[in-house]
């Protein structure tokens, strides 16, 4: 087998390209803020740029494969199978990524953008935390001034994410606004950048917002669908049926399905967090269950209420815990090209508990909900299906909810979810 | 259709608070207060006072969920009106209060709650309640196409924002595509009062000048009658946000007192300059 395609091979511009504005047909765009267009413009050119300038594009290799540890390998997962109808199943391991998922793939991107537009402080949201440990990570390795954003909630379901965080040096600040989530981290985020554009650029985790990020992020993350495809043609000698991965945000799921776009008899399966149950109302899964609106800067599939007032979204798993989506998705759903399918939290314990056991790989829960698809999708297709499946990142950071979840230790034995102590008191004790 | 010749549109009236105040040698005093803050009668009962000690024109607030240009205090005012079930259609019914009591006002919003109930239709049924036009913290008008044409078919103003950071270019599209009044982001930040009036302010009016004639609004940060004076010098409309809603907690003769300040602030009569 030749040589793998470099995470560089994904910046190169390609049909799939929105159009001059950030428009993935109807969607995308520019929903913001005037005093925020000078910032995503001059990322937008500096991206340009950077995208076309080989000195950029060597760096970025080399960081990705001597810094992330790429490229990331291909694993089958045969006694897995057994439970999916026989299905081959094979799992890109973004798990196996510096900082234990896909996310490294972003912000090593971003962070050597940032140096290139000449700014010294970076800010992002995060979720689960597996973005801002990377971002925190990245800002460590480039020597950036990192702030990150993340719901109270979410703070406190992550501790230990939090903790990484202030180990590489960040300063975590927990939001006590809105529903305390990922949604109003993102507020946050953008609250700090109207003020801070000057020496700060946001490294936004997810293929969303306004253009260029939704372009820009995807362009980072490509690498994980070129390396799948070629390593999946030099073992099988196929193409996959179907290549599978979790969408809260989306970005995983455009980078490993965006360089199968062309090959037509491959669906591409998003599987979203349908929490308690889509028809409960407790969920998730923007496309499944959401409408078009404009949130964080693009228009896209929103859960939102009669009065276009954002809803709150559930789902166990804290990255997928957004009622958003990238615009990319909403663009591919709506043109049919991939199909965008729920699962609920206990499909995906359930898958999650499937992997630790057959594979012997720990999964985060997001990416539970990807196993969750192949499991269901396998048993519907039988063995003669093969699967990819992104395996976006791993689950040391949910062991606790799992533990909780499975009743596997005394629950008296698990730390109680106190309230994360803000940064000043943290720094106090001279992290 | 409204804009047949010679019937009196949104914009007419929006363009004659602005005639009115310059005709007296003054700026405008623009006044915001969101809908349902405390309640959605409470909210008409404040709107009422601020037009009634000296508000030329109110910007009434349509809540909204996630609004990232807004600072603790406005945050915190909409919260409590989304938690107290305020609806989209209470604004328009906090207009038509406001229109008939002869009193002009524009509703403020973030883009997806008129996405949802339809570019159109909130253009039309903003008309019918007697509003003037509307503020788009959110919406540029790159994404623009069909408010335009709405607001044209309606008869209504289109402000959109020029901010520090937009380039020579961007404030000709902008402007260009406002209508009745251009509001300026005085500091690159999100709302809320502050000590001093940004020094950035005047030269964003200045650069805004070069490229339009329309009026000039500055807003963001503006909380006492001295510093409302201070903006009156070079702006056409002073707007106050933060400052009110902060004042609306504690209840409307304290709207009522900052506001009569302001008023005096924009003719040059305020006091401990």
Redesign the interface.
């Known amino acids: 087998m030749g040589p793998l395609p470099s995470a560089s091979d994904g910046l190169a511009r390609h049909a799939h390209d929105p159009d001059v ?1 950030g428009h993935f047909g109807r969607f995308g ?11 995503v ?1 001059e990322v937008a050119a500096e991206y340009e740029k950077a995208r076309q300038d080989p000195e950029f594009l060597d760096e970025l290799d080399r960081l990705q494969r001597d810094y992330a540890g790429r490229p990331s390998p291909v694993t089958e997962a045969r006694r897995l199978s057994e439970h999916a109808g026989g299905a081959t199943i094979l799992l890109k391991r973004e798990d196996l990524n510096h900082t234990g998922s896909h996310k490294i793939n972003n912000v090593l991107g971003q962070a050597l953008l940032t140096v290139r537009m000449g700014k010294t402080r970076v800010i992002a949201e995060t979720g689960a935390g597996q973005h801002g440990v990377a971002t925190a990570t990245a800002a460590a390795l480039l020597g950036l001034e990192c702030v990150v954003y993340m719901g109270e909630v979410d703070t406190e379901r992550q501790a230990l994410n939090v903790a990484r965080m202030r180990l590489l040096g960040a300063e975590v600040i927990p939001v006590t ?2 529903s305390r989530t990922l ?1 109003d981290a993102l ?1 946050e985020a ?2 700090d950048w ?2 801070s ?2 020496h700060t650029h946001y490294v936004l985790g997810t293929a969303a917002g306004p253009h260029p990020f939704p372009m820009m992020v995807r362009d980072f993350h490509r690498v994980i669908g070129l390396e799948a495809r070629a390593q999946v043609l030099a073992s099988h000698g196929r193409l996959p049926d179907a290549v599978l991965a979790c969408v809260g945000g989306g970005s995983n799921a455009i980078g490993i399905f965006h360089p199968f776009l062309d090959d037509e008899g491959v669906r591409l399966v998003g599987c979203e967090a349908a929490g308690d149950g889509v028809d409960t109302g407790r969920h998730a899964a923007s496309i499944t269950g959401g409408s078009p ?4 800067g693009a ?1 896209t599939y ?1 859960l ?1 209420d ?5 809803v709150e979204s559930h789902s166990i798993s804290a990255g997928l815990d957004y009622p958003g989506v990238g615009p990319e998705h909403s663009y591919l759903a709506e043109i049919g090209r991939a199909e965008y399918v729920p699962v609920t939290d206990t499909e995906a314990m359930e898958a999650f508990r499937l992997l630790c056991r057959t594979e012997g790989i720990i999964p985060a829960i997001e990416t539970a909900h990807a196993i969750a698809g192949a499991l269901r999708l396998g048993r519907e297709l039988g063995p003669d299906a093969t699967l990819l499946v992104n395996l976006s990142g791993r689950g040391d950071k949910d062991v606790e909810t799992a533990a909780r979840w499975f009743e596997v230790v005394d629950p008296a034995a698990l730390p109680t979810t106190e309230p994360v102590p803000d940064d000043a008191a943290a720094g106090e004790r001279e992290l | 259709m409204s804009t047949g010749a010679g019937a009196r549109t949104g914009l007419t009236v929006l363009d004659e608070v602005f005639t009115t105040a310059r005709a007296e040698g003054r700026a405008a005093l623009i006044g915001y207060l969101p809908t349902g803050y405390p309640t959605v009668a409470g909210s008409k009962g404040l709107l009422a006072q601020t037009l009634d000690a000296g508000a030329d024109l109110l910007e009434v607030g349509l809540p ?6 807004d ?1 603790p205090v406005i ?1 915190h005012a909409v ?1 409590t009106a ?1 938690r107290g079930g305020v ?2 259609r209470d604004t328009l019914e906090v207009i038509e209060s406001i229109a008939a009591r002869g009193g002009r006002a524009v509703v403020m919003t973030y ?7 339809g570019v159109e239709a909130f253009a039309r049924d903003l008309a019918a309640a007697g509003g003037l036009g509307i503020i788009t ?4 008008p ?2 623009a196409g069909d408010w335009l044409d709405a607001a044209d078919r309606y008869g209504l103003g289109r402000t ?8 020579e270019q ?1 404030i000709a599209s ?1 402007t260009a595509a406002t209508s009745g009044f251009v509001y300026a ?1 005085s ?4 709302t809320g009062a502050r000590d001093a009036v940004s020094d950035t302010a005047p030269a964003l009016v200045a650069r805004t000048r070069a490229h339009t004639d329309l009026p000039i609004g500055v807003g963001l940060g503006v909380r006492s009658g001295a510093q409302a004076g201070e903006v009156a010098q070079f702006a056409d409309g002073v707007i106050v946000g933060s400052a009110l809603v902060s004042a609306a907690e504690h209840g409307r003769a304290a709207v009522a007192r900052l506001t009569t300040e302001l008023a005096a602030g924009v003719r040059g009569n305020h006091t401990g300059r």
Not at chain 2, 160 to 167: N, R
């Open positions: 504005g765009g520019r929903y913001m803020p005037e005093a925020l267009i000078a910032a413009d606004t809105g949604k507020n953008y609250r109207v003020s554009v000057g609106g404009a949130l964080h228009l929103v939102q009669e009065d276009g007032q954002t | 909204y969920s996630d609004p990232v240009l600072g945050q919260e989304l609806r989209t883009w997806n709650p008129v996405l949802h109930y913290p959110d919406l540029v790159d994404e959109f924002l020029v901010a520090p950071s937009s380039t961007r902008t982001a500091t690159m930040g999100v």
